[in-house]
């Protein structure tokens, strides 16, 4: 076995075989096909949710609410997708907590928002009362808000729109992470997004689904408020997919084990595929037994495209 | 069976970095494998996450219940309405063990993921700040204060920086640093803690000299613990080497850093304050367990390469290994968590014992009068090449002032004042050989 992160290093000199892609084009394309456009993504929409809440805020019709719910959905969308990408910035620079850090702190945002809401009342909120899930647990719960839920929507829109910004800029440019550590070390970038892909897969199956379902606990579910779970997963592994595909990754492994590459890239197919057939509200699902199989199926699935993901990690 | 899945990882680490190095004697390399940082417990992988990979060599259920244990170290703790001031806080430094050990690695030195550790500068800082103690919470729940705010910013001085911090209490009142001393703690990475738990007591205390009576300059003090039942246990842990156990450690992060009591012993469901404590017996031995049969990384290069020996041998020279003991060897128990621990040849580089490190790294902080405020654990090297890969933007040292590993060398006084000055004499070649051998650790 390799010592992986090491052994890629001579693979930078073998690469560039006729049609392989090189090592340099797969972690330039990682940072300027995948996680560039992603977080651009990201950023457009959160500024439409952040538009949104506004409006919701300034005039909080039920088609305003059902509008900024909607946009809740759409960032939530672009944001699940970059989890296999999350080990640079995102997770060093706080990104993530700031953005979607998990349980809600219920008992914290009520209290808060129990009197006049404002910045300063916002500013001692943990992060378990901000972001995607802040925003959810307010925005999805009654749907007569007050005066202080609208307060909170419309600076936590602000709040998440600030950090989806800030991550992509920590991302961007000549001092980006992108350029200074991604694409200067091809040979790391390529065993980085192998760990990426990995952690994710067994992330979704052991974390987010196999926790709940193992101890049917509807609280160990992420985006239960608003019923998104099933969108999430599909979003997570779509994300391992692209990352794969997108920075001919798939490619360059695919020159050098065809067969591990096709058996790869067959597994995220199906895992995908297994992913979308799942109820989106998986918290009204967890004592289904045909959800339950769905499940199993799933997490069988994506514990063997982690697997298999860490053999073509050690095979290179 | 162990040892055959070891032979062929060291087999096929030989022959991956294209060399035609084979094993000569199997069991004197596998003794004297620098590669094997963690033993048959090492990872072979150098990715951001290798510092969360499980040992090596974990049993099927062992390896299960580490899966099982992983997501408590992420687990985002809140405050709970079960009893007063249940789950996190009220007072607090981080909500989780991952906000400040992000990726199992060092954090950085900013709040959230790092806490002062004070204490009042008479009595040569042994005496806690009132109303505040040893360790200021800079952070509370909502509804509630924190102890001090801090404002942290970094004062440049002939090429290195250091750590200038405003406290001030919610009432305004400022903290003068000519009464309270301040020592800023960045987490350090928890790889290999249960190996380190294993060493036995008696080889630390075979290269302890707490007077220094072979006369070499180099002291080397352990750090006692008495526990409940008068049971004396020599402290590994943490920059002071303060906790015994990994066990102690987790009790001690949990309450200190998060406000969250454990119960006292499995038999309980109670805190030592007579309250239900705010997590299970099994959380906190889980999280223990997790962070006890975490791996070690392979060293990137083989011990017969030339940057290994090339390194090592300037490392002898300076006599950093006087302290930063390359080899230990762990004990045989049979009640280790995970049999992989025990009868293992490591290379962590450290002795786990207190050095006076000089006035440079003295922040006058004397942690309850069990070190003085200059002296500091020797914290293992392993993995310390794998810094910036886990985490772009930490530093090296208690409080991340070293933003390179030669910056950390340049900030060693005391007991290693003549190890630095040889290394500033050494050219510059060989200060390149030096940290390329570190960064391949």
Same mark, same amino acid.
């Given at each position: ?9 001579s ?75 999350a080990?640079?910035?995102?997770e ?22 129990? $009197? ?47 950090? %989806?910004?800030?991550l ?10 992108g ?14 997004? #192998?760990?990426?892909?990995q ?5 979704v199956?052991?974390?987010? #689904? ?17 019923? $998104? ?7 997570? &592994? ?36 297994l ?11 967890l004592?289904s ?6 499940? $199993?199926?799933?997490?069988? %699935?994506?514990?063997?495209?982690a ?8 095979? &290179? | ?19 035609s ?6 069991t ?21 996450s ?8 974990? /049993?099927? +259920? ?26 996190l806080?009220?007072?607090?430094n ?48 909502f ?5 001090a705010?801090? +404002?942290?910013?970094? +004062? ?12 001030t ?63 004396r ?10 906790p ?5 450690? /987790?009790?001690? *992060?949990?309450?200190?850093?998060m406000g969250?009591t ?37 060293? *990137? ?20 290994? /006087?302290?930063? +003991?390359?080899?230990q ?5 049979p ?35 069990? /070190? ?11 993995g310390?090449?794998?810094t ?5 933007y930490?530093?090296f ?33 060989q ?11």
């Amino acid at each position: 076995m390799p010592v992986i992160g090491t052994a890629a290093a001579s693979l930078v000199l073998i690469a560039g075989c006729q049609n392989a892609p090189t090592a340099s084009e797969v972690s330039s394309a990682m940072v300027n096909k995948v996680v560039l456009p992603s977080y651009t993504n990201l950023v457009s929409a959160s500024e439409d949710l952040e538009n949104a809440l506004n409006d919701l805020a300034d005039n909080p019709t039920n088609r305003n609410l059902e509008k900024a719910r909607n946009k809740w959905r759409a960032a939530r969308k672009t944001w699940e997708l970059t989890e296999t990408w999350a080990y640079g910035p995102a997770e060093t620079l706080d990104f993530d907590p700031n953005l979607d850090d998990w349980p809600v702190s219920t008992n914290e945002l009520s209290s808060a928002l129990s $009197n006049d809401f404002s910045e300063k009342t916002f500013s001692r909120l943990d992060t378990t009362s901000r972001g995607f899930h802040g925003i959810e647990y307010v925005l999805f719960g009654d749907s007569d808000l007050t005066a202080q839920e609208l307060a909170y929507l419309k600076i936590a829109g602000a709040d998440l729109e600030d950090n %989806a910004d800030g991550l992509l800029e920590s991302w961007s440019g000549a001092k980006g992470f992108g350029v200074t550590v991604v694409e200067a070390d091809p040979a790391a970038a390529i065993i980085d997004i #192998l760990a990426g892909m990995q952690g994710c897969l067994e992330e979704v199956a052991d974390g987010k #689904l196999g926790t709940p379902f193992g101890e049917a606990d509807e609280g160990e579910l992420e985006s239960v408020f608003s019923g $998104n779970t099933g969108n999430d997963v599909v979003q997570n &592994i779509s994300g391992v997919k692209l990352a794969w595909e997108k920075s001919q990754l798939q490619s360059y492994i695919e020159e050098r084990n065809s067969d591990l590459a096709n058996t790869l890239t067959n597994q995220l197919n199906e895992a995908v595929t297994l992913a979308k057939a799942l109820p989106s509200r998986l918290n009204d699902k967890l004592s289904s037994s045909s959800t339950q199989l769905q499940i $199993n199926q799933l997490t069988n %699935a994506l514990r063997e495209a982690a697997e298999t993901t860490a053999s073509v990690a050690r095979a &290179i | 069976m162990r040892l055959k899945t070891l032979i062929i990882s060291i087999l096929t680490l030989a022959s991956l970095a294209g060399s035609s190095f084979l094993l000569k004697s199997e069991t004197t390399t596998l003794q004297e494998n620098r590669q094997l940082a963690g033993g048959a417990a090492t990872v072979l992988d150098r990715s951001f996450s290798a510092f969360e990979i499980p040992a090596e060599g974990l /049993s099927e +259920v062992e390896l299960a219940k580490h899966v099982e244990t992983d997501p408590l170290f992420d687990r985002s703790h809140i405050p709970l309405k079960d009893h007063l001031n249940a789950g996190l806080g009220p007072l607090h430094n981080a909500k989780s063990c991952s906000a400040c050990h992000a990726l199992n690695g060092r954090g950085r030195p900013v709040e959230g993921e790092s806490l002062f550790r004070v204490s009042l500068r008479e009595e040569e800082g042994t005496m806690p700040v009132p109303g505040i103690g040893f360790q200021l919470q800079d952070r509370a729940t909502f509804g509630h204060e924190p102890e001090a705010l801090v +404002v942290r910013s970094w +004062v440049e001085e002939e090429g290195l920086r250091k750590l200038k911090a405003k406290i001030t209490r919610p009432d305004g009142t400022e903290l003068a640093e000519e009464v309270v001393a301040r020592s800023l703690r960045i987490p350090p990475p928890v790889i290999g803690m249960g190996l380190l738990e294993a060493i036995p007591e008696a080889d630390i205390l075979s290269n302890a000299d707490p007077d220094d009576l072979d006369g070499d300059g180099i002291s080397g003090r352990p750090v006692w613990n008495t526990n409940e039942n008068g049971d004396r246990h020599i402290g590994r842990f943490g920059w002071k080497a303060m906790p015994s156990s990994v066990l102690q450690q /987790s009790v001690n *992060a949990y309450l200190d850093d998060m406000g969250i009591t454990t119960p006292i012993n499995p038999e309980t469901t109670l805190a030592d304050n007579g309250l239900p404590a705010d997590i299970s017996w099994d959380e906190l031995e889980g999280v223990t367990y997790y962070t006890q049969t975490l791996g070690v990384p392979a060293t *990137a290069e083989l011990s017969s390469s030339r940057i290994v020996r090339q390194g090592v041998k300037l490392f002898n020279q300076l006599e950093c290994a /006087s302290c930063h +003991v390359a080899k230990q060897k762990t004990g045989n128990n049979p009640d280790a968590v995970a049999a992989v621990i025990n009868n293992q040849t490591i290379w962590p580089y450290t002795d786990l014992l207190l050095h006076d490190m000089g006035p440079g790294l003295d922040d006058g902080v004397a942690e309850h009068g069990l /070190s003085e405020s200059a002296e500091w654990r020797t914290p293992p090297l392993w993995g310390i090449g794998l810094t910036k890969r886990i985490n772009h933007y930490v530093g090296f040292l208690h409080d991340g002032r070293a933003r390179t590993l030669e910056e950390a060398i340049l900030w060693h006084g005391g007991e290693a004042e003549s190890s630095k000055k040889r290394y500033e004499s050494l050219k510059d070649n060989q200060k390149v050989q030096l940290l390329t051998w570190l960064e391949q650790l």
